[in-house]
């Protein structure tokens, strides 16, 4: 028959066990939530200052529209190709980069 005393601390042992494991799940979860924010710290640093690269958008280039996503997005000239579509009296043009559609009103 065990004795009390011992039962007890045998109790306690696994109490402590028991918080030791919630301990290491939370360093994890921490651990986790620390390069979660690093990534979304970077991905602000990328995105970069959006309505000041606005402002310095060029729409014409040597000829070619500019497609403007491109250029706030990652400051990229990225010129934009007219579209054939007879269906449509809206003048229409395509970024090969990022594969947006622009429909300009004629």
């Known amino acids: 028959m065990a004795d009390t005393k ?10 402590a066990n028991e918080l030791e494991g919630k301990k290491m799940a939370l360093k994890r979860e921490l ?6 924010m690093a990534e979304k710290k970077a991905a ?16 014409l280039i040597g ?3 500019q497609c403007p ?11 934009l190709r007219p579209v054939d579509n007879p269906d449509s009296q809206d ?8 594969g947006s559609d622009f429909v300009i009103p004629v």
């Not at 651990?31 to 979660?36: D, G, M, S």
């Not at 003048?91 to 990022?98: L, Q, V």
Request: net charge negative.
């Open 31 to 36: 651990q986790e939530l620390e390069v979660l």
């Open 69 to 79: 996503i491109c250029w706030v997005h990652r400051e990229l000239k990225a010129a």
């Open 63 to 65: 000829g070619d529209y």
């Open 91 to 98: 003048d229409i043009f395509s970024c090969r980069e990022c």
């Open 6 to 15: 011992t039962e007890l601390k045998q109790a306690a042992v696994q109490v």
């Open 44 to 59: 602000l640093e990328v995105g970069g200052f959006p309505h000041e690269r606005a402002k310095t958008f060029i729409p």
